[in-house]
């Protein structure tokens, strides 16, 4: 499926005030929270499960034990405009695979659910300008990404790459590993690291939104892949 996406300048509301709190712990809302919006209930479910994790120091140490599991080893060489490119996902990718996985664990019941925390989400006001640009217009690429992905969803960091003119670079020299046996083992075991990862903080289940599973189901594909691509795409 196709999402519409609901962006940080159309919040309004319930969901512009998780939008704020979204961006106080990153330069920009990730497209899993922008799909989510147009469900402005299940928004609110996953962010309290996401925000509980963003902000327990032992997610950060997850996070970076995924960070450091998913770099491949390419031959590949990025330019410094890739770099600088996927530098904000490279630094956000491992803590929201974390997120995602926890989420996917509380939907599918592994996560015994728990009562959710007060939301304390700040009123809503206008966001401020993301400093991460994205074409959301289609590019010759995106129809590649979604075959290779085997999802409808082209994530938001080669909307990025593709925005600064530099995705063709980028998926040329990354793009094919997914198509590989070692692209397959690292993506797998990028996605069972984070199922163990995720099982770690039981006490973090409070998303039970059935409504949102297909949504969910796609960025958990999505996710591995994109953290593995990041890796690649701010290696020195």
């Not at 499926?1 to 939008?19: I, N």
């Not at 990041?230 to 290696?235: F, G, I, L, M």
């Given at each position: 499926?196709?999402?519409?996406?609901?962006?940080?300048?159309?919040?309004?509301?319930?969901?512009?005030?998780?939008?704020?709190?979204v961006?106080?712990?990153?330069?920009?809302?990730p497209?899993i929270?922008?799909?989510?919006?147009r469900?402005?209930g299940?928004?609110?479910?996953?962010?309290?499960?996401?925000?509980?994790?963003?902000?327990d120091p032992?997610?950060?140490?997850?996070?970076?034990?995924?960070?450091a599991?998913?770099r491949?080893?390419?031959?590949?060489?990025?330019?410094?405009?890739?770099?600088?490119?996927?530098?904000?996902?490279?630094?956000?990718?491992?803590?929201?695979?974390?997120?995602?996985?926890?989420?996917?664990?509380?939907?599918?019941g592994?996560?015994?659910?728990?009562?959710?925390?007060?939301?304390?989400?700040?009123a809503?006001a206008p966001?401020?300008?993301?400093?991460?640009?994205?074409?959301?217009?289609?590019?010759?690429?995106?129809?590649?990404?979604?075959?290779?992905?085997?999802?409808?969803?082209?994530?938001?960091?080669?909307?990025?790459?593709?925005?600064?003119?530099?995705?063709?670079?980028?998926?040329?020299?990354?793009?094919p590993?997914?198509?590989?046996?070692?692209?397959d083992?690292?993506?797998?075991?990028?996605?069972?690291?984070?199922?163990?990862?995720?099982?770690?903080?039981?006490?973090?289940?409070?998303?039970?939104?059935e409504?949102?599973?297909?949504?969910?189901?796609?960025?958990?594909?999505?996710?591995?892949?994109?953290?593995?691509?990041?890796?690649?795409?701010?290696?020195?």
């Open positions: 499926m196709r999402y519409d996406l609901l962006h940080e300048e159309q919040a309004e509301g319930l969901v512009q005030a998780v939008f704020q709190d961006r106080a712990r990153m330069p920009f809302v497209a929270f922008k799909a989510l919006a469900k402005p299940a928004l609110e479910q996953a962010w309290l499960q996401a925000r509980a994790l963003y902000d032992r997610a950060v140490e997850a996070a970076s034990r995924l960070a599991l998913a491949p080893e390419l031959p590949y060489r990025p330019s410094p405009a890739v770099r600088d490119a996927a530098a904000p996902f490279a630094a956000e990718l491992p803590s929201l695979l974390l997120v995602v996985t926890s989420l996917g664990l509380s939907l599918d592994v996560l015994s659910l728990r009562p959710p925390p007060s939301s304390r989400l700040p809503p966001l401020p300008p993301t400093p991460v640009p994205e074409l959301r217009d289609e590019h010759p690429l995106y129809a590649a990404i979604r075959g290779a992905y085997g999802t409808e969803h082209v994530p938001s960091l080669y909307k990025a790459l593709a925005a600064d003119g530099v995705l063709e670079e980028a998926w040329g020299g990354i793009g590993y997914f198509a590989t046996p070692e692209g083992r690292l993506v797998a075991a990028v996605e069972a690291a984070a199922d163990r990862e995720a099982r770690g903080f039981p006490e973090y289940a409070f998303f039970a939104a409504e949102a599973r297909s949504v969910l189901a796609q960025f958990r594909i999505a996710l591995p892949r994109n953290l593995v691509f990041a890796a690649a795409a701010t290696a020195c």
